[in-house]
């Protein structure tokens, strides 16, 4: 189960898997709502709870069990979500450079200091106090070229209140399960620092590290794929 960050959708994961569907696994990408082919369904009603409940819902429905939760970026705030509340269908989390939510915290809580103030300046300038607006290509470094174009084409706001509201959680980030923790550092995304440090500091934490840039899914998903079909 792979669940996108900011900003994308399904979509981003479809190279990686089709390499690991390509090699015998079963892979489900959910959109979350008000977000790539969902992104007509963009509202300020949006919160962290509906991304929760939209990744929920498809293991619900299509009655998966022993899953690899992946999640990126701020797909981390869904899957914490998630191991948290259907903790006996998931075998391992897989955070791919991802945010780190423990109970009571926001996606804004987790973000280095002033960073939140700066994102919601934004919201209110140019995303109509509903979503944070898609920042510009030199925002993601991902080389130049075809790949880049397909990314940017598909990015779109991003509803801010996912980022406003709490996650709800009964046991800590993890709920207790096998984790991995992928730190992409080639460059270091700055807002995600704070939830390395918090991935480094957890007991019986995988913490890893590839010099890859944060959304590496794009120009290499074969390193991806690689990294996913080797976690037990």
């Given at each position: 189960m792979l669940v996108h960050g900011a900003y994308g959708g399904g979509w981003i994961w479809h190279d990686v898997a089709a390499a690991l569907r390509g090699q015998g696994h079963r892979v489900f990408t959910p959109t979350q709502t008000g977000l790539g082919e969902r992104s007509h369904l963009l509202s300020r009603q949006i919160t962290?709870?509906?991304?929760?409940?939209d990744v929920a819902s498809l293991i619900a429905f299509e009655d998966l069990r022993d899953i690899v939760l992946v999640g990126h970026s701020y797909g981390g705030m869904a899957v914490t979500g998630v191991a948290d509340r259907l903790t006996d269908r998931i075998r391992h989390i897989v955070?791919?450079?991802a945010l780190i939510p423990e109970n009571g915290d926001t996606a804004f809580t987790i973000l280095p200091a002033g960073m939140a103030d700066a994102r919601r300046k934004a919201v209110l300038e140019q995303g109509a106090g509903v979503a944070l607006p898609v920042p510009g290509p030199e925002a993601f470094p991902i080389p130049a070229g075809p790949a880049k174009d397909w990314f940017h084409q598909r990015l779109r706001p991003?509803?801010?209140g996912t980022y406003e509201s709490p996650v709800r959680l009964g046991k800590p980030a993890g709920a207790g399960l096998p984790v991995t923790y992928v730190a992409y550092t080639n460059p270091a995304l700055a807002a995600i620092e704070p939830s390395r440090q918090r991935a480094k500091a957890k007991a019986g934490w995988q913490y890893r590290e590839m010099a890859v840039p944060h959304d590496?899914?794009?120009p290499h998903p074969e390193k991806v794929a690689e990294l996913l079909a080797g976690v037990g």
């Open positions: 962290v709870d509906t991304h929760i409940d955070y791919l450079d991003h509803p801010i590496v899914q794009v």
